[in-house]
């Protein structure tokens, strides 16, 4: 069955009760049992929910797993997966990683004893340096955010392999639509379904799929003892964002695609960084392990005067964190969702203050040049 078709009908063959096409929502706390320990699958709502277990169903066979798992948002996702290590243990992460990963780690779990190091995911050699006796596991973005850096999988896979490593990777951008990391090697890939999977912006989730079953009922322990799941309404409309999903992201890379061409030859954007573009580096890399482009955008146009500008005078896209949804968004991460990472690190890794991210909607792309081009030009 292809992707498009899965879409659609995995992990749901219609309502054994009442026949009905759709995942019914299971608002309900807690399950009737027929004697002490005899129950129908069910006990309680944060151990397990029959709309949240079809939504688990219908991630895992996505993105090619023996078991997928949802969680209360993807930062709820990644705390669970962090809890997989213990203090000592070492992690390494891509040093492009989205501003709340690196929280994460460095504000939090690094208190508790869990170390990391932040290297350019790009250079395997520098991956493969980067490994000390206490490492555990590689957590890597490809494309990351923002700058949207490739980063080979397979190459990844191999010194995850070598070294007796976890290979995390977090495939929110891409989606299982244009990429599937664990037919690559990765042992785990997470998701802010918030984003591309719900597609609307009407819901925070996130969710996890691995490809060991030992380690799949590791991460369920973990997800019933930590309780950050999400709830049934939640569950019900990921599930109906990702009946779209394939319609929706077709759309999302070829109005990037044009847009990206037309920044490209902007007198006033300095640099494009879009992986649909020949003389992106990692062009090549990305097709090999990919089926598409994506519809996110970045550019810089050189100050924070101009960038602010740009955003104030859009009309179309609107000013907002998040991203993947049918409506296009424009935010500059240096001062919104990267604030949290230290001003002379972002300067280092090219996060400036003239960056400005764009999540390209599906409204028609000529609406769409044509206010970013009024923008640029006040």
Known sequence: MRLSTRLIHAGFDGDPATGAVTVPIYQVSTYRQEAVGRHKGYEYSRTGNPTRAALEALIADLEGGSRGL?????????????????????????????????????????????????????????????????????????????????????AMADIARQHGLLLIVDNTFMTPYWQRPLELGADIVWHSATKYLGGHSDLVAGVVVVRDPALGERLAFLQNAAGAVPGPQDCYLLIRGIKTLAVRMKEHEANARRIAQWLARHPRVRRVYYPGLPDHPGHEVHKRQAGGFGGMISFDVGSGELADQVVRRVRLFTLAESLGAVESLIEIPARMTHAAIPPERRQALGVTDGLIRLSVGIEDVEDLIADLDQALAG
Do not use: C, W
């Open 70 to 154: 949802a969680f209360a948002s993807g930062m709820a996702a990644l705390t669970t997966l962090l809890l997989l290590f213990q203090a000592g243990d070492h992690l390494i992460l891509g040093d492009d990683v989205y501003g709340g990963t690196f929280r994460l780690q460095d504000k939090v779990f690094r208190r508790f004893g869990l170390e990391a190091t932040y290297v350019d995911t790009r250079r395997p050699e520098h991956v493969a340096a980067a490994i000390q006796p206490n490492t555990r596991a590689l957590l890597v973005e490809t494309p990351t955010n923002p700058l949207l850096k490739i980063t080979d999988l397979r």
